[in-house]
């Protein structure tokens, strides 16, 4: 699946800071209170913490593997009209800049200058072997279903709470009604109907399916406009729940009653957070059309300091103003009913609105990895495997997913231990340590002046051990649990 890449029209430092933060903070967070809760606060705050710090080094390897990669296609090359090898589309879509165009190559790059948008995909295919490739792909791919799994379950089952509220609404007008004028009342249709919320779920989920599921077998691409309303809406829902949860404290004095720690809760923590500091597979979208890349660095620092301070602000206002026992795994719905008609149908709609934009973007991009993961050079597909089995294929299963649980907590919880982990901590890692050995191999010596400050190959080691410990730990955490 050959494709040209482009490159992002050149902004300043503040905007690319935005770009970050934006990409930062995402609907994972939504199910990170429920997870703060259910680990415990101190077990929360030392690993919601270790976790951004980790992120950030591996962001750092990604901007290292960049500038090898933009090394590494000039050293091989002279003629500036190569076009960059086979890429995946590992990167969402939502979180490409907002312009298009071509940079400006009057000006001569050093060897190491960040000119070219390398996606990650692309680094893979320059360092990895055939089966690192393969593996890559593999990865990717399973961090996008489940991102598809979480999307397909999270914007039925927001439409199916607001039903159910609206039909015990009715009932309970039409029950008083009926009191009044001394009739016997009629059974209570709105709890008929919320023992049937599965059935309600299925339906609701069938149409979204139905409506959203086309898009897969066709080519989409985001305006501006549509990442600009996304942001807006996101930046807006956020700030709101931490205010509503600030009144509640202040109306309702402090609920706390969440636990210091309780282990059962840790697997899913970890992988709420690995699930909320991901950035690494947009990093390239963002970065490259930096104006001035010397501070990119401290640029990351900043964003990761500011999204941890949110996070826990977010997580924090939550358990001071609900219960445990109190908290949804979506977030947005423990404000339906309580917080104003406006802000309650705006929280409870806003997973509907974000993620259902995003959803044809990202299946595109799945569909696109999974033709890059099975794609055998010589061999093309026929018109019926690439124009209708793949997309099936990459609906399909994320949706049966989202009939089987309705639980968004296990479902970030396992995208994020497993795939989010490879992708967050051990693909960044080896691409920094091949990208620097494929350099010195070509050259005899490295010297990337974007080098990450975690640059010493006993970082690399201690950050792909981490995962591998913490994949372990979460698996033996969730059998131990399970029996």
């Given at each position: 699946m050959?494709?040209?890449?482009?490159?992002?029209?050149?902004?300043?430092?503040?905007?690319?800071?935005?770009?970050?933060?934006?990409?930062?903070?995402?609907?994972?967070?939504?199910?990170?209170?429920?997870?703060?809760?259910?680990?415990?606060?101190?077990?929360?705050?030392?690993?919601?913490?270790?976790?951004?710090?980790?992120?950030?080094?591996?962001?750092?390897f990604?901007?290292?593997?960049?500038?090898?990669?933009?090394?590494?296609?000039?050293?091989?090359?002279?003629?500036?009209?190569?076009?960059?090898?086979?890429?995946?589309?590992?990167?969402?879509?939502e979180?490409?800049?907002?312009?298009?165009?071509?940079?400006n190559?009057?000006?001569?790059?050093?060897?190491?200058?960040?000119?070219?948008?390398?996606?990650?995909?692309?680094?893979?295919?320059?360092?990895?072997?055939?089966?690192?490739?393969?593996?890559?792909?593999?990865?990717i791919?399973?961090y996008?279903?489940?991102?598809?799994?979480?999307?397909?379950?999270?914007?039925?089952?927001?439409?199916?709470?607001?039903?159910?509220?609206?039909?015990?609404?009715?009932?309970?007008?039409?029950?008083?009604?009926?009191?009044?004028?001394?009739?016997?009342?009629?059974?209570?249709t709105?709890?008929?109907?919320?023992?049937?919320?599965?059935?309600?779920?299925?339906?609701?989920?069938?149409?979204?399916?139905?409506t959203?599921?086309?898009?897969?077998?066709?080519?989409?691409?985001?305006?501006?406009?549509?990442?600009?309303?996304?942001?807006?809406?996101?930046?807006?829902?956020?700030?709101?729940?931490?205010?509503?949860?600030i009144?509640?404290?202040?109306?309702?004095?402090?609920?706390?009653?969440?636990?210091?720690?309780?282990?059962?809760?840790?697997?899913?923590?970890?992988?709420?957070?690995?699930?909320?500091?991901?950035?690494?597979?947009?990093?390239?979208?963002?970065?490259?059309?930096?104006?001035?890349?010397?501070?990119?660095?401290?640029?990351?620092?900043?964003?990761?300091?500011?999204?941890?301070?949110f996070?826990?602000?977010?997580?924090?206002?939550?358990?001071?103003?609900?219960?445990?026992?109190?908290?949804?795994?979506?977030?947005?719905?423990?404000?339906?009913?309580?917080?104003?008609?406006?802000?309650?149908?705006?929280?409870?709609?806003?997973?509907?609105?974000?993620?259902?934009?995003?959803?044809?973007?990202?299946?595109?991009?799945?569909?696109?990895?999974?033709?890059?993961?099975?794609?055998?050079?010589?061999?093309?597909?026929?018109?019926?495997?690439?124009?209708?089995?793949?997309?099936l294929?990459?609906?399909?299963?994320?949706?049966?997913?989202?009939?089987?649980?309705?639980?968004?907590?296990?479902?970030v919880?396992?995208?994020?231990s497993?795939?989010?982990?490879?992708?967050?901590?051990?693909?960044?890692?080896?691409?920094?340590?091949?990208?620097?050995?494929?350099?010195?191999?070509?050259?005899?010596?490295?010297?990337?002046?974007?080098?990450?400050?975690f640059?010493?190959?006993?970082?690399?080691?201690?950050?792909?051990?981490?995962?591998?410990?913490?994949?372990?730990?979460?698996?033996?955490?969730h059998?131990?649990?399970?029996?």
């Amino acid at each position: 699946m050959p494709a040209e890449t482009e490159t992002g029209s050149l902004y300043s430092a503040p905007v690319a800071f935005v770009y970050i933060f934006n990409l930062i903070i995402g609907v994972g967070a939504l199910t990170m209170p429920k997870a703060f809760a259910s680990a415990g606060w101190v077990i929360a705050v030392v690993l919601t913490g270790v976790l951004c710090l980790m992120s950030f080094i591996t962001a750092t390897f990604m901007i290292e593997a960049m500038a090898a990669a933009n090394a590494f296609l000039r050293l091989k090359t002279e003629d500036k009209s190569l076009s960059i090898p086979p890429q995946t589309l590992s990167n969402s879509e939502e979180d490409r800049p907002l312009l298009i165009n071509n940079v400006n190559e009057d000006q001569a790059p050093g060897l190491y200058d960040i000119t070219r948008k390398v996606e990650m995909g692309q680094m893979a295919d320059l360092f990895f072997s055939k089966i690192g490739v393969r593996l890559f792909y593999f990865c990717i791919a399973l961090y996008l279903y489940g991102d598809l799994a979480i999307y397909a379950a999270a914007v039925p089952k927001s439409l199916t709470q607001i039903a159910c509220d609206q039909l015990q609404s009715i009932s309970k007008t039409a029950k008083q009604t009926e009191k009044r004028r001394k009739i016997a009342s009629p059974p209570n249709t709105a709890q008929i109907y919320c023992r049937c919320l599965t059935l309600i779920f299925c339906c609701l989920q069938a149409i979204f399916a139905v409506t959203l599921g086309p898009f897969t077998f066709f080519n989409v691409q985001k305006t501006k406009y549509l990442q600009i309303f996304t942001s807006f809406m996101r930046w807006m829902a956020f700030i709101m729940m931490i205010v509503l949860a600030i009144m509640r404290i202040i109306k309702y004095k402090p609920r706390h009653n969440t636990p210091a720690a309780d282990f059962s809760g840790l697997p899913n923590l970890f992988g709420v957070c690995v699930y909320s500091y991901m950035c690494q597979h947009s990093i390239p979208s963002l970065i490259t059309p930096l104006k001035n890349k010397s501070r990119v660095t401290q640029l990351f620092f900043a964003d990761f300091a500011i999204v941890l301070v949110f996070y826990s602000l977010l997580s924090f206002t939550a358990i001071f103003a609900f219960r445990v026992e109190e908290l949804k795994d979506l977030y947005t719905l423990n404000f339906w009913g309580n917080s104003g008609k406006f802000a309650g149908y705006f929280l409870a709609l806003f997973p509907v609105f974000t993620l259902s934009t995003n959803f044809p973007i990202i299946s595109i991009t799945l569909r696109d990895n999974l033709k890059n993961l099975f794609y055998r050079e010589g061999s093309p597909y026929p018109w019926v495997v690439d124009r209708i089995v793949f997309p099936l294929v990459t609906i399909t299963l994320p949706i049966a997913v989202a009939f089987i649980t309705q639980n968004l907590e296990i479902l970030v919880g396992v995208t994020g231990s497993y795939a989010g982990a490879g992708v967050q901590y051990v693909i960044p890692a080896c691409l920094a340590y091949c990208g620097r050995k494929k350099i010195i191999e070509l050259t005899g010596y490295y010297d990337n002046k974007h080098t990450s400050p975690f640059g010493n190959r006993w970082w690399i080691m201690f950050v792909i051990g981490w995962a591998v410990v913490c994949i372990a730990f979460v698996t033996a955490n969730h059998i131990i649990t399970r029996k």
